[in-house]
């Protein structure tokens, strides 16, 4: 859905000044480059956009949980997670939990990915997909990881067995 609404907007970007163009100037004007060099690059960024958004991977292994999302990659050691306070949340009803401001990351509606900060100045690292279904993990450091996997009750389960091995 994220993507259709940018396919959306992206048509209108290059749609409008293309028929702007064709009503003042007429098809010998579009026949040029010129012309086509916008709606081009506009077309490409889209392309890239979407290439970003397709980009998305939760992996656990010896090394901690890597997050890759869009244009960014978090590894984060297991040892690091406060996973005796981690749960699964759900945004609309949890607004504290709800990243506030992009400071680097990607955003779409329905999709954030990136560093965010929170509402309390925090900062969190978010690959959300699904606001009704987030894990919340809380770290070390006092930032958060936000995730929306297909299974959270899973990842988490995954996460605590993870731990209790490399403590043991």
């Known amino acids: 859905m994220p993507l259709l609404i940018l396919w959306g907007i992206l048509a209108v970007a290059i749609g409008l000044p293309l028929a702007l ?12 480059y010129r012309a086509w060099l916008g709606p081009g690059l506009v077309a490409l960024t889209g392309v890239v956009v979407s290439l970003a958004y397709l980009r998305r991977r939760i992996t656990l292994d010896a090394s ?5 999302s869009t244009f960014y ?7 690091s997670m406060r996973l005796d306070r981690a749960r699964i949340v759900d945004l609309a009803e949890h ?3 709800k990243p506030a401001i992009k400071t680097n990351g990607y955003g779409l509606p329905g999709f954030r990915s990136g560093h ?10 978010c690959l959300v997909t ?6 919340a993990l809380p770290l070390r450091d006092g930032s958060l990881l936000l995730l929306s996997p297909e299974h959270p009750r899973a990842l988490l389960d995954a996460l605590k067995q993870a731990a209790d091995q490399s403590t043991s």
């Open 95 to 97: 607004r504290e939990l």
């Open 116 to 125: 965010f900060r929170m509402r309390d100045g925090s900062k969190a690292f």
């Open 64 to 68: 901690g949980l890597t997050v890759r």
């Open 21 to 32: 163009t064709l009503g003042d100037k007429g098809m010998a004007y579009l026949a040029g």
């Open 130 to 135: 699904d606001n009704s279904r987030v894990l």
């Open 73 to 79: 990659t978090r590894t984060t050691a297991i040892g």
